[in-house]
């Protein structure tokens, strides 16, 4: 809505904190545009994400979701109240709108959930933990790459791979709320390039998806 947002480190004594949400106003001022969080002691926040209902979220450095609406603080989600394992490599955390709701894509080593929050309710995809292990080829290779980013196109997820055991493009069926099967996910390869590693993607305003891999030296 013609409003720009955006975050501060908040290092030293900078009266600009990093658990609120800053705005730069027409006439060059930096304002704040919500109150702080209070969720944790690591308030630190990143990732900002706009919703569809309007709703902003975002993560704090120890990888809980923090939710603003109407430009304030509004909630936390986190083990306690979710599905969500704690993920302090907020690198490999993605928060992506999907209807009214957001997709999580969380990856820590072994850890890597996919969960969906529709109507106040979430609902785990897909959920591979140091004590759920993956069952199956497909599983394995899909738990190993590390992520580099993540996007939605209808009611699929793709999900780019790197470093780790590059495996080019993760596409996951979000459509349903249950546990997704080796039925509903794959992965796609392009044999055309050396490497299947994924550096950064940018999805065009015709939906397709521009490219950048790491070629082999």
């Known amino acids: 809505d013609n409003e720009l947002l955006f975050l501060t480190r908040g290092i030293g004594n900078s009266e600009f904190t990093s658990n609120k949400i800053y705005q730069l106003t027409d006439d060059q001022e930096v304002v704040e545009y919500t109150n702080a969080t209070d969720a944790g002691t690591c308030v630190s926040l990143s990732n900002l994400v706009l ?73 785990t995809l897909l959920n591979f933990t140091a004590d759920i292990r993956p069952e199956g080829d497909q599983a394995v290779a899909i738990s190993l790459p590390s992520l580099v980013n993540a996007t939605i196109k209808g009611d699929q997820l793709y999900v780019a791979t790197t470093l780790a055991s590059c495996r080019g493009f993760q596409v996951f069926d979000i459509s349903g709320n249950e546990e997704l099967t080796t039925e509903d996910y794959f992965i796609v390869q392009d044999q055309n390039f050396d490497s299947q590693c994924i550096d950064a993607f940018e999805v065009m305003p015709n939906e397709d998806i521009l490219v950048m891999t790491r070629e082999s030296l």
């Not at 603080?73 to 704690?86: G, H």
């Not at 490999?92 to 957001?102: E, S, T, W």
């Open 51 to 123: 919703a569809n209902n309007g709703d902003i979220w975002g993560i704090q450095c120890s990888g809980e979701l923090v939710r603003f609406r109407d430009k304030m603080y509004l909630d936390f989600f986190d083990p306690t109240n979710t599905p969500l394992k704690q993920n302090s490599n907020v690198k490999q955390v993605f928060m992506l709108p999907y209807g009214d709701g957001m997709v999580v894509v969380s990856k820590n080593g072994v850890l890597y959930q996919i969960l969906k929050y529709e109507n106040e309710v979430w609902s």
